[in-house]
């Protein structure tokens, strides 16, 4: 018998670039200041929601696109299995007994881009699935329960940035006053500013997936202890709050300044956190007209760049070309300034 197609619900969040402040916003840091912007391309989730009849028992089927997964749920969750986030996003929801679902992820970020791509699959995950509870929680509400995900349902180190982000999109002010509680201020900016700022950004993929779990325990292990020195911590939150002002000030020259800080900062927490191939990078952006340049997330092998050029649009097309012909892996990933955070609808 073919089951009866009741909604198809659609969601999408942006990812997160350029996060001054990064590391300020976790457990340990004990209070933070980050300035983050979202930008498309956005993680995208589609639900298909079936009535399940009396005679057969509800399922989820996850569609994971990007891995070229599709898999079948068990309705109860004695473990996590192929993708743990996923599962545990559809665990922490008290969904409707009589219903199954279809869930098709998928989002044009590579995967390990330190660009926050798996904080916004869970929000736009969460934020669909929301449709379907009683009542509808806010964006706030939404990232804190992607944040409880990781940290209660997975176990997982997590700061509180990127699901802010992706719930909010835009500029994001995100000053963390008691871990992981925190405020969230929309940097507004004039539509030449916002422009402007779009023009002159570029966010570059180091050619591979990011993996630096072991100089991130380091360097955890060092912050969390009772007696280790944190003043480190407190440059990289000055770069938040002058990136902040810098923006809002339509001041470039500052911002970039805001960046760099921000990325020698991550290198006196653990030199091996802006790799040798970000450095090459950089150099060559340098040459090419780049005032500024931030390592995305925490910072390791692989991952991203987010690069600031100045106002000669001729500068940032050569970065281009050079940039393909030093290593066929880097890539110049086309992004848009988010005006928006999640959004979720039927159809």
Request: aromatic share 8%; with cysteine; net charge negative.
């Amino acid at each position: 018998m073919q089951r009866k197609l009741l909604h198809v619900i659609n969601a999408t969040a942006p990812i997160r670039i350029c996060d001054l402040g990064g590391w300020t916003d976790t457990w340990f840091a004990e209070y933070g200041a980050v300035l983050n912007i979202g930008v498309y391309p956005y993680a995208e989730v589609q639900i298909y929601v079936y009535e399940t009849n009396e005679h057969e028992k509800p399922n989820i089927v996850l569609d994971v696109e990007n891995f070229g997964e599709r898999y079948t749920l068990h309705t109860s969750f004695p473990e996590y299995d192929k993708h743990p986030l996923l599962e545990a996003c559809i665990d922490i929801m008290n969904l409707p007994s009589n219903l199954s679902f279809e869930v098709n992820l998928f989002s044009e970020a590579p995967a390990g881009c330190s660009t926050g791509t798996s904080a916004s699959i869970s929000v736009a995950l969460l934020g669909a699935l929301d449709l379907l509870t009683p009542g509808q929680r806010t964006p706030h509400e939404i990232a804190s329960l992607a944040h409880r995900v990781e940290t209660e349902k997975l176990g997982l180190q997590c700061g509180i940035q990127d699901q802010i982000c992706a719930s909010y999109g835009g500029i994001c002010f995100i000053e963390m006053f008691q871990y992981p509680h925190a405020s969230v201020s929309p940097v507004t900016l004039p539509n030449s500013i916002w422009w402007e700022l779009e023009r002159r950004l570029m966010l570059v993929y180091l050619g591979k997936t990011h993996s630096s779990s072991d100089v991130h325990k380091q360097v955890i292990t060092r912050l969390e202890q009772p007696w280790s020195d944190k003043s480190i911590l407190d440059i990289l939150r000055d770069s938040a709050h002058k990136g902040k002002n810098a923006l809002l000030e339509g001041d470039f020259n500052s911002f970039a300044q805001a960046m760099i800080q921000n990325t020698e900062g991550q290198m006196s927490l653990h030199p091996a956190l802006v790799s040798e191939t970000a450095k090459q990078v950089i150099d060559i952006a340098r040459q090419h007209g780049a005032i500024g340049w931030k390592v995305n997330g925490a910072g390791g092998e692989g991952g991203s760049l987010t690069l600031l050029f100045d106002e000669h649009n001729k500068n940032k097309r050569n970065f281009k070309k050079t940039l393909k012909e030093l290593d066929s892996q880097l890539q110049a990933i086309p992004i848009y300034l988010s005006r928006m955070g999640l959004r979720r609808w039927f159809h």
